[in-house]
């Protein structure tokens, strides 16, 4: 069968995917908006020359533009953070970008056996007890989560990197043919990408039913969930920082690995600090650059699963060319949903004989 020159749906994913317009495409081809529009509709063809000249505007290969038709992530089916603050393009070119890590993930689990997914649906009850029943379901006790990805990878939770061009995104998660998936911005501190990770977790489990995941109500549903699943009250009220000043908060967040303001508004939030305290200790932290940093913070977590993954591909000889090739994309566009953990150059040949699906066994 002869590959049609262009897929409607894929040249519209690959312009969202870079964040362009109609109009700047027109511009960056010599392509009318009217002929673009066309194709994008299926009503018309463009010429192979025409199919050419849009995969170099767009950074693809032509392969892609060409692949089989593919479904966008609905409007709305994805809980966004400071949804009121992205513009529609914003918002477009992060689902653009998930829906290309779904590529991904689909040509993973076709070659490995990955972890079912063991995500609880909550929407009945608070964020606080939500997060008591999901910690106990998953054994974690009243102690700190040592690895946020980690642990939402041992539960089924497909967990992809924001690319570059989606810096204004957070973060944001869906449930998408049965799997959860959660993607999260790298440019981030370590502390504040585990709140962002638990944040997701929130959604997936608070609002997976019937209500839709976006407003203001929602986010604070989510942002209380992953408050009380990272700093547990039990835990915190244990530690005895009723009325702490600002350098015992700085010494005492650690121990939770979450940052200094996530830390003050939970003991807030706990009554263990007075709502003057609370305010005083923003104020304090906030001169000392913590309300947007997270000065001598932790390390990024990054994912454990992919890291398996390509490991194991690495070590059966698949170098990250014939996996890019797969997906009718370049090296640099895989690694920018991966982490980064794509190895620029690896040895070897491909071996002989069947594929075997390797089982991957994550722990929390």
Known sequence: MIAPALTPSRLALARKRRGMTLIRLAQATGVSTRSLTAYESGRQQPTPQTTRALARALAVPAA???AAEIEEIPPGAASFRALSKMTAGQRDT????????????????ERFILPAADVPSLAQL???TAAEVVRARWGLGRGPVSNVIHLLESRGVRVFSLAEECAAVDAFSLYWHGTPFAFLNTMKSGERGRFDGVHELGHLV???DDRVPR???AEQEANRFAAAFLMPAHSVIAAGLSGATVDQILAAKSAW???????????HELGLLTEWGYRTACVSLSRLGYRRAEPGGIPRET????SKVFRSLRDDGVPPRRIARDLAMSVAELNSHVFGLVPTALPGGVPDGPP?????????
């Open 94 to 109: 992060a689902c653009s970008a998930g829906r290309i890590a779904f590529l991904i993930s689909d040509w993973i689990e």
């Open 303 to 306: 994912s454990q699963l992919l």
């Open 64 to 66: 892609f533009l060409q």
């Open 206 to 208: 608070l609002h997976s």
């Open 257 to 267: 690995s979450v940052s200094a303001m996530a830390l003050t508004h939970r003991l």
């Open 215 to 217: 407003g203001p109500d």
């Open 126 to 128: 608070d964020p606080e």
């Open 356 to 364: 075997v699906r390797p089982q991957l066994r994550l722990l929390p």
